[in-house]
């Protein structure tokens, strides 16, 4: 087997799926009379709270994979899981992974390309209770944050102070309001202290990543449906090595979720693989 570990390529954009939307209850796409911009963001903001699962696609440019589109599911409640398809479309052939998350271990995958530098194994596993958040757990790059919950960065536009409507819109068929706005990092953390205990540690784990990227502003756009849910956003920035630019579009909320360990046969445990190193 090689000497070194090399995670499967467009990993480390996994971060990004860990970041966006939102869920409720009402009907109309437009706000009431008496509802302004920056309460309609607000209320499905709140609505968050009701989400069970959600599935989504994602498609945009990160600052240092380029282009990447990706399709996931995650069940939040009553226990975490999370299976992921992406692919970094400007990273070439072979520039595809799938990571899935269940029982507190992270698995991804890269196919053939990853079999080629893993004795024949296609996956890699991390267990994340077993490598801590070490220097170990540090090598997954952006993919040790996948247990983000992606229906927590749209609650963010609740922070900005500029709110506007946009106007009506349809998107994957739906019939939305579209909102926009501009928040700072920084401003997002003083907002932090208002929050109950689960709120403040889900929104402060997302701003981390931010701050890791070098992102300090971020342009938003949220797309808001009949039903008060968020059906699209969009966040975009400069971080430290480049533009980001991705866009959430929720496709089904609630929805049942099963995701499964991959074979183990096929499965290269990396936290073994680490003992066994030190050992020798």
Known sequence: M?????VPVGASVAALLLAAGAV?????????????????????????????????????????????KAEAQ??????????????????????SAEIRLVDKAMYIGGGAE?????????????????LGAGEELDQLGS????????????????????VEKVGTETVDGVETTHYKGTVTV?????????????????RQKSLEQYEKLGVGKLNMDL?????????????????????????????????PVKVAAPPAKDTMDLAEMMKGSQQG
């Open 74 to 95: 995650m069940r939040i409640k009553p226990t975490l899981a999370m299976s992921m398809k992406m692919t970094a479309l400007d990273q070439g052939a072979g520039a």
């Open 114 to 130: 990853a079999a080629k530098e893993m004795d024949g194994k296609s996956w890699m596993k991390f267990d994340l209770s077993a």
């Open 223 to 255: 797309w808001i449906d009949g039903d008060d849910r968020t059906k699209q956003f969009r966040m975009r920035g400069q971080a430290d090595k480049g533009p980001l630019d991705m866009t959430f579009t929720f496709l089904g909320f609630n929805e």
């Open 143 to 162: 993919a040790s944050q996948a247990d983000k919950n992606p229906a927590t960065e749209s609650t963010f536009l609740t922070g900005a102070k500029d």
């Open 2 to 6: 090689k000497s070194s570990v090399r």
């Open 186 to 202: 920084a401003e997002l953390e003083k907002t932090l202290a208002g929050e109950d205990k689960a709120t403040r540690e889900k």
């Open 24 to 68: 409720g209850c009402s009907g109309g796409t437009d706000e009431s009379p008496k509802m302004t911009p920056a309460a309609a963001v607000a209320k499905a903001a709140k609505n968050t709270e009701e989400i069970d699962s959600i599935r989504y696609r994602m498609t945009g440019r990160t600052p240092e994979e380029g282009r990447v």
